[in-house]
Nanobody
Framework: QVQLVESGGGFVQAGGSLRLSCTAS???????MGWYRQAPGKERELVGT???????SYADFVKGRFTLSRDDAKNTVLLQLNSLKPEDTAVYYC?????????WGQGTQVTVSS
């Protein structure tokens, strides 16, 4: 099973930006990669996914603020977070999925102050 390590979280003021990175232990060429988030007291929710052909989709709440990209040569997927809001505060998790398995990272904390 692929191991995933997230980085890039932190503390930012509302309107600011962060770039989250997820690096896999093996090649990700066969995987649909994605990001989820979980805020305190809430269920984990999908942020967006990017397929192995580069097609991306996002949750409605993203509304053009976040952008997914992947670099298969580096086994890395990026999530660019722009125009951050306090309600974006959560632990962000990277995931790698095939029809047969799903792997999760440990998460990285994003905190947005008002």
């Amino acid at each position: 099973q692929v191991q995933l390590v997230e980085s890039g979280g932190g503390f930012v003021q509302a309107g600011g930006s962060l770039r989250l990175s997820c690096t896999a232990s093996t090649s990700i060429v066969i995987y649909t990669m994605g990001w989820y988030r979980q805020a305190p007291g809430k269920e984990r929710e999908l942020v967006g996914t990017i397929t192995n052909t580069g097609d991306s989709s996002y949750a409605d709440f993203v509304k053009g603020r976040f952008t997914l990209s992947r670099d298969d040569a580096k086994n890395t997927v990026l999530l660019q977070l722009n125009s951050l809001k306090p309600e974006d505060t959560a632990v962000y998790y990277c995931t790698a999925r095939t029809p047969f398995q799903r792997s999760w990272g440990q998460g990285t904390q994003v905190t947005v102050s008002s």
